[in-house]
């Protein structure tokens, strides 16, 4: 596997990082400080003597990423070919660590990539398991996507009456 925590960044370190499979990844607290206000506020606080840290709730291939671009923040070519499902996975974990590089170089990818399929299609998978969870919903897929994209729309004009 191209991500395995050993190939992120070969060589010493001075903790470990702990995933909810069980692996490992081998950090450097400065570095991870530089790059996160999470990880800079529990090094200064308790956890500076803890020599391991738990990553919880994130899938390993999100949490690699992750690490990478802490430690290669200019490496583009791997973000351009993510699928959204991805990225959005991705935004979820930068922002919980507080990685505004992160944030930002997702955001800036999904931004490039929208237009007005993708955002109807986007809104759809997100609001149709919803949908089919509600046994009492009024509205059918199709009104709740158009209203999504006028709403969606409306707001990328500026007008009013798309909010």
Not at 58 to 83: G, L, R
Not at 109 to 124: F, G, H, P, T
């Amino acid at each position: 596997m191209s991500n395995a925590p050993s190939q992120i960044h070969p060589g010493p370190s001075d903790m470990t990082l702990r995933l909810d499979n069980g692996e490992v990844i081998h950090a450097h607290k400065r570095i991870l400080s530089q790059q996160s206000l999470v990880f800079k506020a529990a090094f200064l606080s308790g956890f500076a003597d803890v020599a391991e840290y738990g990553i919880e709730d994130h899938e390993p291939e999100t949490v690699y990423t992750m690490i990478k671009h802490i430690y290669s923040p200019h490496n583009d070519a791997e973000f351009q070919a993510k699928p959204s499902q991805e990225l959005l996975k991705i935004y979820l974990i930068a922002d919980e660590y507080q990685i505004i590089s992160l944030s930002k170089r997702v955001t800036d990818i999904v931004w490039k990539r929208l237009d007005e399929k993708s955002v109807d299609d986007a809104c759809v998978d997100l609001f149709e398991p919803i949908v089919s969870l509600s046994d009492h919903t009024m509205l059918s897929l199709g009104m709740i996507r158009a209203r999504i994209l006028d709403g969606f729309l409306g707001c990328w004009r500026g007008d009013s009456e798309g909010v």
